[in-house]
């Protein structure tokens, strides 16, 4: 565990393997550490981070592991369920997407209950997936098959959407629960009512491939989305068309996230290229990214709950930005 400055990581955490996906828990965990999960070529570790911003005692960052749950199979999405607390009775809950187009839900006690249920339905791979954000009793996933579907924890589908290009990323209205957004491929966005199970709104990205799409969780007005090596920003109360447009990475970009801790906080990730993928950090402000950081052929891309700090998967290693605002 060092501390790196600059384009450096922060904080940087080892691990055992390739990690292809890392998501911290949207979700308060009962305690002072952020529960976090990353996912190898067979297996999901989880984990809680504690920061020495959040504890003076804490040097740099200090990461426990709590369970690896092998899985034999590449975890390739990571979905965290609001009901994964450590207080009281520890419950982890948490579903992946694979290679082999199965979702697979985990539930552990962490000590002898520990249950995987298989997911089948999807015809081809899927991208992206969410839970219900207040009770965690539904899942949707997006998939290259022109679906986003919508399960029980049962493994059942209780919806599906059928869209008009491959489904890359879908976010779920952190209180409005009945409200669901959908990014295709093909630069639409759409926001679905799942009780009259119809498109309510759609925004256009004007140009595609449109890779990776999120909605602002601290103001749900904002959306961005990453098309080509642009990043794009709308406000849905003023236009269908995006708002600002900006130029990010120099190939094609892949990922964008919002802060959770700053609703003008956003980073976006630039395809892996053969060395190196670059993490870009940019504030609405500004007409520059704030933050630039690079690593070996990174993954994934998730923001811690309440700090302005962001974390990438790499070769053996997680690697973690603090945002100086």
């Given amino acids: 565990m060092q501390e790196e400055s600059g384009r450096s990581a922060?904080?940087?955490?080892?691990?055992?393997?390739?990690?292809?996906?890392?998501?911290?828990?949207?979700?308060?965990?009962?305690?002072?550490?952020?529960?976090?999960?990353?996912?190898?070529?067979?297996?999901?570790?989880?984990?809680?981070?504690?920061?020495?911003?959040e504890d003076v005692e804490v040097e740099g960052v200090e990461f426990t592991v709590l369970r690896a749950f092998?899985?034999?199979?590449?975890?390739?999405?990571?979905?965290?369920?609001?009901?994964?607390?450590?207080?009281?009775?520890?419950?982890?809950?948490?579903?992946?997407?694979?290679?082999?187009r199965k979702l697979r839900l985990l539930s552990s006690d962490l000590q002898d209950r520990h249950e995987v249920k298989v997911m089948e339905g999807h015809s081809s791979y899927i991208n992206q997936l969410v839970f219900e954000p207040t009770e965690g009793k539904q899942i949707a996933s997006v998939s290259d098959d022109h679906t986003c579907r919508v399960w029980d924890l049962d493994g059942d589908k209780t919806t599906i959407f059928r869209l008009r290009s491959p489904g890359?990323?879908?976010?779920?209205?952190?209180?409005?629960?009945?409200?669901?957004?959908?990014?295709?491929?093909?630069?639409?966005?759409?926001?679905?009512?799942?009780?009259?199970?119809?498109?309510i709104l759609s925004l256009d990205c004007g140009h595609s491939p449109l890779m990776s799409a999120d909605w602002c969780l601290a103001n749900t007005i904002k959306v961005g989305a990453v098309a080509g090596s642009d990043w794009l920003i709308w406000d849905i109360t003023r236009s269908s068309y995006p708002q600002e447009k900006?130029?990010?990475?120099?190939?094609?970009?892949?990922?964008?996230?919002?802060?959770?801790?700053?609703?003008?906080?956003?980073?976006?990730?630039?395809c892996p290229g053969k060395i190196s993928s670059q993490l870009l950090v940019h504030h609405l402000g500004h007409p520059q990214p704030v933050m630039i950081g690079s690593a070996t052929v990174g993954a994934g891309l998730s923001w811690h709950r309440t700090l302005p700090l962001c974390v990438i998967g790499s070769d053996r290693r997680l690697l973690f930005w603090m945002t100086e605002m």
């Fill in 10 to 53: 922060t904080y940087t955490v080892a691990c055992e393997d390739y990690v292809h996906v890392v998501e911290f828990s949207p979700f308060d965990s009962g305690t002072m550490a952020s529960l976090l999960a990353y996912g190898g070529n067979q297996y999901v570790v989880v984990g809680t981070c504690l920061f020495q911003e």
């Fill in 70 to 100: 092998h899985l034999d199979v590449r975890i390739d999405a990571l979905a965290w369920s609001p009901e994964s607390r450590l207080d009281r009775l520890p419950t982890i809950r948490f579903c992946t997407a694979s290679p082999d």
């Fill in 168 to 199: 890359v990323s879908v976010c779920w209205h952190p209180e409005e629960v009945y409200k669901l957004m959908v990014a295709e491929k093909k630069g639409t966005i759409r926001f679905y009512d799942l009780v009259t199970q119809q498109a």
């Fill in 246 to 270: 900006r130029p990010a990475h120099v190939d094609k970009a892949r990922l964008i996230r919002w802060s959770r801790a700053n609703e003008n906080l956003f980073a976006t990730t630039g």
